[in-house]
């Protein structure tokens, strides 16, 4: 199995080390990463300014850019082959619920779902690297597990039938033997996100903030903040059709009649 590791916290982040360690037991696993930290750049592309690629000492690429222009440029030419399983991660905090749309986390991985390849995010629910240990090989463990599927979409893939899958995983910070087993979830909803905070630069300016993530709004059972603050691993599959399909039908009846409108605008 060849994978293709990147994240959103930069190339020199503990979890990328720490998860790159443990996937190299069970995989070939080549890190293209960004050069610095990309936290909430979600699938952000950079077209405006060149990409450049390094090469650490320890092997590891890293990208003046965003975790999908990482992941773009690996799979659209600088690797030279498509890779089994794009990894991302291990982030430095929680991304659940609200929290995907924003995740350069999740924008890795989705680009590589975007590309057909079948994506694994995975993130520690607190930030601060407790028992990183634990999620990498906790990781590992869900890897190996999807390696057949792995393979088999690889197949099928080459064959023109289904698509990939895209994993949305969050461990909690524990010790191992507080670590529970895995639970599929949906994702919960954040409260809106803490007000931004001000200060005054030196030159005199107002300088904002953007305020942390609000706290868990949903975390009603079956969602991936209940899971984890049971101890267990969750797993979101994820898609990325925005469309709200429950609405279509409203829209399409209050839009009806200015569509009849014919001729000159109002
Ligand atoms: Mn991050």
Not at 153 to 168: R, T, V, Y
Not at 228 to 243: A, E, F, K, W
Not at 261 to 266: A, L, N, S, V
Request: hydrophobic share 40%.
């Amino acid at each position: 199995m060849k994978i293709l590791l990147s994240n959103d916290d930069g190339y020199q982040a503990p979890g990328i080390q720490a998860l790159y360690e443990a996937l190299c037991e069970v995989a070939e696993v080549e890190v293209v990463a960004p050069e610095h930290n990309n936290s909430a750049k979600s699938n952000a592309l950079t077209l405006h300014s060149p990409l450049y690629v390094h090469r650490a000492a320890n092997g590891f690429r890293y990208v003046n850019g965003t975790p999908a222009d990482c992941v773009h440029i690996a799979l659209t030419g600088l690797l030279g082959y498509v890779p089994d399983l794009v990894v991302s991660g291990i982030n430095n905090g929680a991304n659940m619920g609200d929290d995907t749309i924003y995740s350069g986390t999740v924008g890795a991985a989705m680009e590589g779902y975007l590309f057909g390849v079948p994506a694994i995010a995975f993130s520690q629910t607190e930030k601060g690297w407790h028992h990183l240990d634990v999620a990498a090989r906790k990781a590992r463990e869900l890897v190996t597990y999807l390696a057949p599927s792995v393979a088999a979409h690889a197949q099928a893939s080459n064959s023109g039938q289904h698509g990939p899958w895209l994993l949305n995983v969050n461990m909690p910070c524990l010790p191992e033997a507080e670590m529970r087993s895995y639970k599929v979830a949906r994702l919960g909803r954040r409260h809106a996100a803490e007000p931004v905070i001000t200060q005054v630069s030196p030159r005199g300016e107002t300088m904002y903030w953007i305020g942390a993530a609000g706290p868990a709004k949903d975390d009603a059972e079956g969602t991936d903040f209940h899971a984890t603050h049971q101890g267990y691993v969750s797993i979101t599959p994820l898609q990325i059709d925005l469309t709200d399909h429950g609405r279509l039908a409203y829209w399409a009846q209050s839009m009806a009649q200015l569509s009849g409108r014919e001729g000159t605008f109002r």
